[in-house]
């Protein structure tokens, strides 16, 4: 679930016409944190031009501290995940301030962020989807142009006027039955799968699940996460035109990067074999 939230922050160099090393005093700040989760997934790291290639490098030695509540949470680093973690495994509280210090090499970089709350009265329109088993044939281009308008799901929940969500939908079959057959050429298997899901961040409300966009059958959950303006920032100026380029947003002092907050809800639906 975080890899589908982490954006890759080379964004940051982006704008300079040769790929060359940040300033040394600088490094680049990933942390993300959810309400009713523990703080796993904060990552810092330094990133290099090599042969015309950005390199990340993550810097294992930090001090990277939270604070929230008047209290100090020291993180440890996580060698296997890159990531520096509080071990232990408190939750992140929706409403609070958190702030977050990482020390490195004399720099000190700093950066505060609110919880959003969570989406509220999520509902699915349905929670069973129909898909029967697809054959190539004449008729697959017109059946899954039905299906696309039929077997459909809307996802709704109640928002905050001015907060952004986006939603994710994923599967949680460990072994993967394909809805779409073997043979079906790649552009259209892209097509659909454009579709799927990580939505933009939006102030929307509602997000229609389409059935024959998912890969498999089985059992799904739909996440709608609550996000703070500093990533609808970030990830606006990651999407924007490489030909206007402006300086990318960032919420940290003394450094470059992102420290954010999410809150999370999710339903469950199906799809099933006609």
């Not at 589908?4 to 490094?27: S, Y």
């Not at 996580?78 to 973690?85: C, G, P, Q, V």
């Not at 500093?230 to 003394?254: C, G, H, K, M």
Request: net charge negative; glycine share 4%.
């Amino acid at each position: 679930m975080k890899n589908l939230l982490t954006i890759t922050l080379v964004i940051f160099l982006m704008g300079c016409e040769e790929l060359e090393r940040p300033n040394a005093d600088q490094f680049v700040v990933e942390g993300f944190i959810t309400a009713d989760f523990p703080i796993n997934d904060i990552m810092v790291k330094e990133t290099i031009g090599l042969d015309d290639t950005l390199v990340d490098i993550p810097i294992s030695d930090a001090d990277v501290r939270i604070i929230a509540n008047n209290e100090v949470i020291l993180l440890d680093y996580n060698s296997l995940a890159f990531k520096y973690a509080d071990q232990s495994g408190a939750s992140i509280q929706v409403g609070a301030t958190y702030e977050i210090e990482i020390e490195y090499q004399g720099t000190v970089a700093t950066a505060s962020t609110i919880v959003p709350e969570k989406p509220i009265d999520l509902n699915l329109s349905r929670t069973e989807l129909v898909i029967p088993t697809l054959t190539l044939s004449f008729a697959l281009r017109q059946q899954i142009a039905d299906l696309f308008e039929n077997e459909v799901s809307t996802f709704t929940w109640d928002g905050v006027p001015g907060r952004s969500y986006f939603v994710v939908i994923e599967t949680q079959e460990e072994e993967l039955d394909p809805i779409i057959p073997e043979g079906v050429p790649e552009e259209s298997k892209n097509l659909l799968s454009s579709f799927r899901f990580i939505s933009a961040p939006s102030e929307e409300t509602s997000f229609n699940i389409i059935g024959i966009a998912l890969e498999t059958y089985g059992r799904h959950v739909a996440k709608v996460y609550s996000v703070n303006e500093e990533y609808v920032e970030l990830f606006n100026s990651a999407t924007q035109d490489s030909r206007d380029l402006n300086e990318p947003p960032s919420n940290i002092n003394n450094g470059l990067g992102i420290f954010t907050a999410f809150a999370v809800d999710s339903l469950e639906f199906t799809v099933v074999r006609e």
